[in-house]
């Protein structure tokens, strides 16, 4: 058995260019003032990177919430705690090996970051609770993949139309 995929040095310069295009985005459409450590405390974790519950098999990405180390002297406006996004390198690169030309690698990661990094936003003013029953968190997540459309539609790039034809028309994965 062949061991799961996982970003090479070029897929993680795709990954940087996706964040911070996901960050000016969804900062923009929620009017921030930026994903700074004073409002919003998160990292990104790539396969090689993650613990076993970190590791999510039938999703790009899973959000983990972690309580954050306690402030320095100084730095007391900054959050009780931080988000993890656990991307899924191996369920991200078959996406793009299958979709076939119709997106690339760069496309996907700035949908899965603008769309966990929604779901950051909506925790952190309280719009949605971090935990809740499984009824409750299928309709977020399908709220959220709504906002994400919303938000990278106003792209004028014929890679993310695709991606965003593809899955609008297609099951949404559970926890993209």
Same mark, same amino acid.
């Given at each position: 058995m062949q061991p799961p995929a996982t970003f090479s040095a070029e897929d993680l310069s795709h990954l940087n260019r996706a964040s911070d295009l996901a960050e000016e985005l969804? !900062? @923009? %459409? %929620? =009017? $921030? !003032?930026g994903f700074g450590p004073r409002r919003y405390l998160y990292d990104v974790a790539t396969a090689l990177q993650l613990t076993e519950e970190e590791v999510a +098999? @039938? *999703?790009f *990405? =899973? $959000?983990c919430r972690y309580v954050a180390a &306690? &402030? /320095?002297p100084g730095d007391r406006d900054r959050p009780g705690r931080y988000y993890r996004i656990c991307l899924q390198d191996d369920n991200i690169l078959a996406a793009v090996g299958k979709a076939r030309g119709r997106f690339d690698l760069n496309t996907l990661l700035c949908y899965?970051? +603008?769309h966990e990094l929604i779901h950051i936003v909506r925790?952190? /003013?309280f719009l949605h609770p971090f935990l809740t029953d499984p009824r409750a968190r299928l309709t977020e997540e399908q709220r959220v993949h709504g906002l994400t459309f919303d938000i990278l539609s106003g792209l004028e790039d014929p890679a993310m139309r695709s991606l965003l034809g593809y899955y609008r028309t297609h /099951?949404? &994965?559970r926890c993209l």
């Open positions: 969804t !900062g @923009d %459409f %929620f =009017q $921030l !003032g +098999t @039938d *999703a *990405a =899973q $959000l &306690p &402030p /320095r899965i970051m +603008t925790f952190e /003013r /099951r949404i &994965p």
